[in-house]
């Protein structure tokens, strides 16, 4: 039985699905559960949270909410996008409202910029959620905003490559195989110019791993540890995907590689554990 089969934590997706505060168990991603999945509404959610501010925080909200009155609107809700942003930013340290305010404040004003920093913000996020409809939400926004920011300037492959990571690392990784080839249609396109975008392949690799084409994987992401020796990422996931596919030997290879990359005694014990159970 392969390590996919057995259904054993993944180290790749330890270092960089994961958050190290707070460790989660994860799975090798399989079939989609046939339980349906709620959806995350930002609006109740942000109702829910007002229930749990302070008088002095409910108060300033208040007045942020009601500050588009009239005359230049479309600037004056832009702004007080930005500043609702930055308050559940700052006062109340709540990802999704803040990033929600944000969003809505970058896509009115529809530049380049802000639009890619916003997409961006929430996709380095949602490497790291594990709440399926957070998750979900999540990756829905970011796409929106990649997608805009593309229209803007069509030949940016980073924009390109931002918007491919989102299906993959987003649904595709719950085992949404569809969202997974929209995310890998966007990366063969700028692999295709430029092949030696090793962004794109290391992220074409991932998708490979996480769709269960080992064999695509692995040859992506050896392109991408030729060429850049010291990224963590891409040996994390070539052991992985050498594990998954029942290479063993391949695998303890790359797991010592890892481990001697990433030079890190909180994670040795993880990665010795990974090499015993394939000894």
């Known amino acids: 039985m392969t390590l996919a089969a057995a259904g054993l934590i993944l180290v790749a997706t330890l270092f960089f699905f994961g958050r190290t505060v707070e460790k989660k168990a994860h799975t090798t991603p399989g079939p989609p559960a046939q339980t349906a999945i709620s959806t995350f509404n930002i609006t109740q959610f942000i109702n829910d949270s007002k229930q749990k501010l302070t008088a002095a925080q409910a108060a300033t909200l208040g007045k942020l909410e009601n500050s588009v009155t009239r005359g230049d609107v479309k600037n004056q809700e832009i702004e007080a996008n930005k500043q609702l942003a930055a ?39 949602l490497r790291g959620e594990h709440d399926q409809p957070k998750l979900n939400w999540q990756t829905e926004q970011a796409i929106e905003l990649f997608e805009q920011a593309i229209k803007l300037d069509p030949d940016n492959d980073d924009l390109k490559i931002g918007l491919g990571s989102c299906y993959i690392y987003g649904k595709g990784r719950t085992g949404s195989p569809a969202e997974t080839m929209k995310g890998i249609q966007q990366l063969l396109a700028v692999v295709r110019k430029d092949s030696s975008n090793m962004k794109a392949q290391l992220v074409l690799g991932i998708g490979g791993f996480v769709s269960g084409q080992y064999d695509k994987a692995i040859d992506r992401l050896t392109k991408v540890v030729k060429a850049q020796p010291g990224n963590l990422e891409a040996i994390a996931f070539l052991a992985d995907a050498y594990a998954s596919k029942g290479e063993k030997a391949e695998a303890v290879k790359w797991y010592r590689v890892m481990k001697r990359v990433a030079n890190s005694p909180e994670y040795d014990k993880e990665i010795d554990e990974r090499i015993k159970l394939l000894q």
């Open 87 to 125: 308050f559940w930013k700052d006062s109340v340290h709540a990802f999704e409202p803040y990033v929600y305010y944000l969003s809505k404040a970058v896509k009115l004003e529809n530049s380049e910029k802000n639009l890619t920093f916003a997409a961006q913000l929430i996709l380095d996020n």
